[in-house]
């Protein structure tokens, strides 16, 4: 049987275009894959009363770029609401499908919120409203990112926990549709006693808000290009906890 070598061509074409369309989220036929790039992060004061916890970036998010914030709270089961910007006209930041990660510590909750393709005139103060009063330790820290070509689009993202004390966060694992997505996630241990300030462990890089200085119990970590099914990897200082992580993938 003959094959028509434009149709074998064609075929090849289309099924390539299919690859490009995804990566772009909208445009076929890129000839690259989109890389990435950190571009800053702040982390805001805890508050430990009201309905609200707030961070203001160095400078306003680029138009075009991400931003993700982690988001947590240790008041019983508090969820988050909502995340929006200081805008005349607020970005709303949309919380992940999966947030908040719970169970693992009693009465403590982490959740992550993004804001993809940034629209102009985005403002620098990002503030979480959370569904009660706070009671105890609340806070927000968000990174932003840059992609080189194309559009953001959001694609997975996964919670665990471990109720028993261990000394290293090795859990949600992620899975993202392709090769090179850019990952972030974001862990919660035990506070006063026990601490993420030793940082995440390769593949992650330790995200520019940083752990908390005071508690030092919230941390966040991101990988630029990822590949097969990344697991969170962070150390516990202080002795053995439980912990609460989440993570989440954008291509």
Not at 59 to 79: D, F, H, K
Not at 87 to 97: F, L, R
Not at 104 to 133: C, D, E, H, K, Q
Request: net charge neutral.
């Amino acid at each position: 049987m003959r094959i028509n070598r434009w149709c074998v061509l064609l075929i090849c074409y289309v099924a390539q275009a299919q690859t490009w369309a995804t990566w772009d989220g909208y445009t076929a036929g890129a000839a690259t894959e989109p890389t990435f790039t950190e571009i800053q992060g702040k982390r805001g004061n805890l508050v430990s009363s009201g309905t609200t916890t707030n961070v203001t970036l160095t400078s306003a998010p680029t138009s075009g770029n991400a931003v993700i914030c982690r988001v947590y709270s240790e008041s019983g089961s508090l969820t988050v609401s909502t995340v929006k910007d200081g805008a005349g006209t607020p970005n709303s930041y949309t919380v992940s499908p999966s947030s908040p990660s719970s169970g693992g510590i009693s009465g403590a909750r982490i959740s992550l919120a993004y804001l993809l393709n940034v629209p102009s005139g985005a403002n620098a103060t990002i503030t979480a409203t959370y569904s009660g009063t706070i009671t105890a330790n609340a806070g927000i820290a968000c990174s932003e990112f840059h992609r080189s070509s194309g559009t953001w689009v959001f694609d997975v993202d996964a919670v665990n926990f471990s109720s028993s004390a261990v000394t290293t966060v090795t859990t949600p694992s992620i899975s993202p549709a392709l090769t090179g997505e850019l990952v972030y996630g974001a862990a919660q241990v035990t506070g006063g006693q026990y601490f993420l300030t030793s940082g995440p462990q390769s593949p992650w890089t330790q995200d520019p808000a940083g752990p908390d200085s005071t508690v030092g119990h919230f941390n966040g970590a991101y990988i630029l290009a990822s590949s097969g099914s990344p697991a969170m990897n962070m150390n516990i200082s202080g002795g053995s906890s439980a912990y609460n992580a989440i993570s989440m993938a954008v291509k």
